[in-house]
């Protein structure tokens, strides 16, 4: 990587404008770190784009009425948005009700970061992109406390619904099963796997495929347009799915109910979704809602489950039976890191493991809540639901305020200090 330098003023510009989001690009301390950060910006963002990027607003826009807020014409701004949104740092998201296309900022993950390493042909720099991406997310905490230390995770963990108890559990929801959120989606796309990619640019990508994470509905939409991944079928889909369970890969999918974006097969040595987990030890991922359970009488002891568990939560430890002079093992889960994936019980070869419902994950309805929520957490409420929109403003600003007063009174209390205005608090008073 190259040498500090003074960061120029539309790069300072555009981290100030990803700070109003609900995932941020912040500087680290670290000087690795901060070396990381500033090409990351520089390799991803000319300064023409980078202080375009940084006028754009944080809800999605129509054109026309971009242009009027930027004082442009619409021609001219389109010819510009283009090159951003083939480089998916802007996204132009299409209404499948119809109607004109928005255009809103990307956040640097799920976002921007990603995109840059789906293609191998785009004309970036891939190797120094990943080392840039490694100094900066693993210099120190300072960008996995911002994505992933949030009480809202950005993805969730699905279940292996094959090693669900045999026992009728009727309050699996739709949304819980990775094959019905596969299923039910009205769009599909394969890319290559934004962690694996930088991992192979490090030198110790591990032999899990690299084409085989999902883009669903609109995430597939852009993608397949855009040209990050290519679309398939619904039937192909589901053959992606199987075949990522066969390899012992976790599902980690958009954490809302209805539509979600993405959903990608990970591995415990390259996602770093689950590097949160294991590196820094934070609530990176929301579990799934199950937890595995152990029959004793058919387990060997042979520590499959926790060589195979994705983030280190099962541990082998010598249990004393009586009348033997060794000690056998027996696995002990950690039900505070546990994810609730299910890998264990697939590789267990006595069947000794299955996956019970234990409490049901929080996940949010859909995108808007997710980011009321994480934009509570992160002190950002008022610039979200301020910002400029259009089109999508007044319906953007209902789903929020229903996200608002779905939660719980302590948070809606904190809601209220960061917004306030009389609409936000009316529709307070009124729950």
Known sequence: MGHLHRLKQQYSELVERLGAGSVAMPEPDDARARQGWQELLEIL??????????????????????????????????????PLCDKGIVLDV???????????????????FEFSLMRTDDGLPKKRLSEAYEAYMHGDDTF????????????????????????????????????????????????????????????????????ICMSLNGGAEFVARRGFGRAVERSEALEVLAAARERGLVQICDNVQRTP???????????ELLAGITRYDLAAV????????????????????????????ITMVPVREPGTRKNELAPVRDDDRCIGCGVCADACLKHALVMARSERPRVPVNAVERAVRMSLERGRLAELLVDGGDRLGARFLRRALSAITNLPPAKQLLATEQVRSRFVRAALSRT
């Open 45 to 82: 963002f000319t300064p023409e784009e980078a202080a375009l990027a940084s006028r754009l607003p944080v809800r999605p826009m129509t054109l026309g009425a971009l242009a009027t807020r930027l004082g442009t014409d619409a021609a001219t701004l389109r010819a510009r948005l283009e």
């Open 286 to 313: 929301n579990p799934s809602g199950f937890l595995p359970r152990r029959d004793p009488d058919r387990c060997a002891g042979c520590s499959r489950c926790a060589r195979a568990c994705p983030v280190g939560a």
């Open 144 to 211: 996995a406390r911002e994505a992933l230390g949030g009480d809202t995770s950005l993805g969730r963990a699905l279940v292996h619904e094959s090693k669900l108890a045999d026992e009728p559990m009727p309050d699996v929801l739709d949304w819980e099963r990775a094959s019905e959120v596969v299923s039910s989606a009205r769009a599909w796309s394969v890319t290559s796997c934004y962690c694996r990619h930088k991992a192979l640019h490090l030198g110790r990508a591990c032999d899990a495929p690299m084409e």
């Open 261 to 271: 974006a993405w959903l990608c097969n990970c591995c415990g040595c390259c996602c």
């Open 94 to 112: 299409v209404d499948p009700r119809g109607g004109e296309p928005v255009y809103v900022l990307a956040p640097p993950v799920v976002g921007f």
